[in-house]
T-cell receptor, first 113, second 108 residues
Framework: KAGVTQTPRYLIKTRGQQVTLSCSPISGHRSVSWYQQTPGQGLQFLFEYFSETQRNKGNFPGRFSGRQFSNSRSEMNVSTLELGDSALYLC????????????FGPGTRLTVT | QKEVEQNSGPLSVPEGAIASLNCTYSDRGSQSFFWYRQYSGKSPELIMSIYSNGDKEDGRFTAQLNKASQYVSLLIRDSQPSDSATYLCAVNGDKIIFGKGTRLHILP
């Protein structure tokens, strides 16, 4: 089975811009979760989508949003980028959700200048 | 503020020895627990999940869970240089929280 894929792998944006990241889960997985990883804060949960519905949400501002399509592919959007948004953004897929095993994609490295 | 604590390390272990990684958590309602391995520059890779008190073994890895004491540990037997990585503990209660990881260094 193919693993989780994320596009793009690297991205450079300017403060104030917006960005959209994409994630394709493992075939058959209905849950997609998004995480932000930084050296200072570690790996932090952004939100989880299951069957096109947001099921869980972490403690991030509303500038961070997401959606999931009927084929389980998911996108994450960050609006009005700030320097502090520079991070590795990871998505993870699971058959049943974050209560169960999750498999991470390779991540998107976002740099905000 | 619910927390997951791990010793940041580095933890240095001779090749062939047992590496013991520990994780404590604050949310008594947590129900699912995971260990991930992350090599430098790579994404986390699932090693094991554990849901009930006791030990769970998978090859060279054993996860141990004690909900009363609120800790979960990972033992790696016959440690290999390829086990050198950062190990992340994840705990899921009403939110999933990752520890900041323990860097493990296996000495050849």
């Amino acid at each position: 089975k193919a693993g989780v894929t994320q596009t793009p792998r690297y991205l450079i944006k300017t403060r104030g811009q917006q960005v959209t990241l994409s994630c394709s889960p493992i075939s058959g997985h209905r849950s997609v979760s998004w995480y932000q990883q930084t050296p200072g804060q570690g790996l932090q949960f952004l939100f989880e989508y299951f069957s096109e519905t947001q099921r869980n949400k972490g403690n991030f501002p509303g500038r961070f949003s997401g959606r999931q399509f009927s084929n389980s592919r998911s996108e994450m959007n960050v609006s009005t980028l700030e320097l502090g948004d520079s991070a590795l953004y990871l998505c993870a897929s699971s058959l049943w959700g974050i209560d169960y095993e999750q498999y991470f994609g390779p991540g998107t490295r976002l740099t905000v200048t | 503020q619910k927390e997951v604590e791990q010793n940041s390390g580095p933890l240095s272990v001779p090749e062939g020895a047992i590496a013991s990684l520990n994780c404590t958590y604050s949310d008594r309602g947590s129900q699912s627990f995971f260990w991930y391995r992350q090599y430098s520059g790579k994404s986390p890779e699932l090693i094991m999940s554990i849901y009930s008190n006791g030990d769970k073994e998978d090859g060279r890895f054993t996860a141990q869970l004690n909900k009363a004491s609120q800790y979960v540990s990972l033992l790696i037997r016959d440690s290999q240089p390829s086990d050198s990585a950062t190990y992340l503990c994840a705990v899921n209660g009403d939110k999933i929280i990752f520890g900041k990881g323990t860097r493990l260094h296996i000495l050849p």
